[in-house]
């Protein structure tokens, strides 16, 4: 493996990590509200649905990268979406909204550029 295979290979499991990460950070306002022992894990549950969804994403792409480049482009435009169906839409959130979509969208091009390098090495074998 060449330090560019090396790159490609780990730069979308790493920033997945952290993204998922990022994201489990949200759930930690929970602990604000004064919602007794059940209500606070029912919220954390609530809370970290997507982060859940995103780690089993990653371990089935921890081997099969078209699966994590599909589900993090996915997730990025489904974040915008979301963002644009929203009742208190504004037009500059759009911007920070980047924030979440962005990093998705990255992970799932460096998840995409993986792929390719893997198929194009077996096709050269």
């Known amino acids: 493996m060449t330090k560019i295979n090396r790159f490609i290979f780990w730069a979308p499991r790493i920033l997945a990590i952290l993204f998922i990460l990022f994201l489990a950070v949200f759930s930690l306002d929970i602990f ?34 078209w699966v994590g480049s599909i ?7 489904l974040y915008i979406a979301g963002l644009l169906m929203s009742a208190s839409f504004q037009i ?8 979440i979509a962005g990093p998705a969208f990255l992970i799932g091009i460096l998840f995409l550029i993986g792929w390719l390098e893997k198929k194009k090495l077996n096709k050269q074998k």
């Open 32 to 65: 604000e509200g004064n919602y007794g022992f059940w209500g606070t894990i029912l919220g954390l549950f609530m809370h970290n649905i997507p982060v859940i969804i995103l780690l089993i994403i990653l371990i089935i792409s921890w081997k099969h990268e």
């Open 71 to 77: 589900v993090f482009i996915l997730a990025g435009i």
């Open 92 to 99: 500059y959130m759009l911007s920070w909204s980047l924030i």
